[in-house]
């Protein structure tokens, strides 16, 4: 997986580009918890559930399912506070969690993410791996392995992330 702070990348980006009048802060604060909420399912591991168990690291919590249904959740409930249409918030939270799993399928390690759950168990990779599968252990950051790790989601993910960004931005400025 990327560190969970790489996952925001992805909201991060999109609504700054975007801005606060297509994509407000609420909203903004939402998709960022989303692209990290998958994560949560490490929690498993402190309750003996297995990595490739669908209940474990990257199995329901990253389906399709999940990533369509959450969104529509969060959506109904915070309709209030996210000061944009429901179509668009839910669009903007769709992508904001389904880009968690992608960012985890493109990972040099790990058993692989659960898209299809429930309708298989299997899991799937991207055809490329090309992010440091990044360490449990925060100690581990400090290691040679840990750089290789920044350095891969600098170079997958933030630089194009901040590019995407740039475009937006200058579009929206024009």
């Not at 991060?12 to 399912?41: E, F, W």
């Not at 109904?76 to 904001?96: D, E, I, N, P, Y």
Request: charged share 10%; hydrophobic share 55%.
């Amino acid at each position: 997986m990327p560190t969970v702070i790489t996952h925001a990348a992805v909201p991060l980006c999109l609504g700054l580009g975007l801005g606060s009048k297509v994509i407000p802060r609420g909203l903004l604060l939402a998709g960022v918890a989303l692209a990290m909420l998958p994560d949560a399912d490490v929690l498993a591991f402190k309750f003996g559930v297995a990595y490739g168990n669908v209940f474990g690291h990257r199995g329901f919590t990253h389906s399709l399912l999940f990533a369509f249904v959450v969104p529509i959740l969060v959506t109904w409930l915070g309709r209030r506070w996210f000061k944009a249409s429901l179509m668009r918030c839910w669009a903007f939270l769709t992508v904001s969690l389904l880009s968690h799993s992608l960012l985890d399928s493109i990972t040099t390690g790990g058993k692989g993410v659960g898209w299809l759950w429930p309708w298989s168990d299997e899991r799937f990779f991207a055809p490329w791996q090309v992010i440091k599968v990044a360490p449990f252990a925060l100690s581990r950051y400090m290691t040679p392995y840990g750089h290789q790790v920044i350095i891969s989601e600098l170079l997958w993910v933030w630089v194009p992330g901040l590019i995407l960004m740039g475009v937006l931005w200058h579009w929206r400025s024009r």
